[in-house]
Structures are given as structure tokens and as C-alpha cells.
């Protein structure tokens, strides 16, 4: 049986654009992981802070939540970190927006990371 030269399966074009996918993929990654573990990190520690806010008043606990993000190297602004202690429970808020660069775009990643838990004294 005698095969047609187009249809020998070696067209190049779709591998090349698979790997470009590839790299573009690669790179979003190699920017976003590190952005969002940090991220992750600073709302556990806001969820660490909660729990233990009893006697603990809400200035030092904005305080406390801007020094750990300015640690884990989150561009926030002292003025978006909130914290405040209602009745028996603390709401603590920071919202920021991390700036992605790619080569010819910039991505602005927002976060608006938000706990409110019961105030437990004991």
C-alpha cells in the first residue's frame, strides 16, 4: 500500500505551537506560584492571629499582619490592613494587588484577604 506524502503524520507547525503553549504556560507559572503561596502563607497567619486575638488589641494585630507581609515581600499598603474587634468577634482584612510582568503585559493580581472568626478568652 502506497502512502500520500501529506498524510505521513510529520507536520511540524503543531508541535512548534504546542511547545510554545508549553513555554507561555511555563513562564505564568514560574511568576504565579510564588505570588500565590505568599499570599497563602499571609491569610494562614491572619487565621493563626484570629485565634488568639483575645487579648490582643487591633492596632498591633494590623501590625502584626503588615510586618509578615512586607516579610513574605507582598506590596501592600499600611492603610489596607484592617482589623477591627466587634462584640465578640475580630474581623481583620488586607488587600493589595501584585503587579505580574510578561514581556509586553503586566497582569495586577488583586487579593482581598478577609478572616472573621469568634473572639475565644480564655
Known sequence: ?????GEA????LGCILW?????????????????KIAT???YDF???????AGGTSAET?????????IQLGLPVDRRRVTAQKAGGTIRMRA????PLEFPG??????FDLQVERPIFIF
Open 105 to 110: 503585559y503586566t497582569y495586577d493580581w488583586e
Open 19 to 35: 511547545g510554545l503553549l508549553l513555554a507561555v504556560g511555563i513562564l505564568i507559572g514560574w511568576k504565579a506560584i510564588p505570588v
Open 46 to 52: 491572619m487565621v493563626e492571629q484570629a485565634k488568639w
Open 61 to 69: 494585630l494590623e501590625k502584626r499582619i503588615y510586618d509578615k507581609a
Open 1 to 5: 500500500m502506497r502512502r500520500r506524502r
Open 9 to 12: 503524520g510529520d507536520g511540524k
Open 95 to 98: 488587600t493589595f494587588t501584585v
Open 40 to 42: 497563602s502563607e499571609l
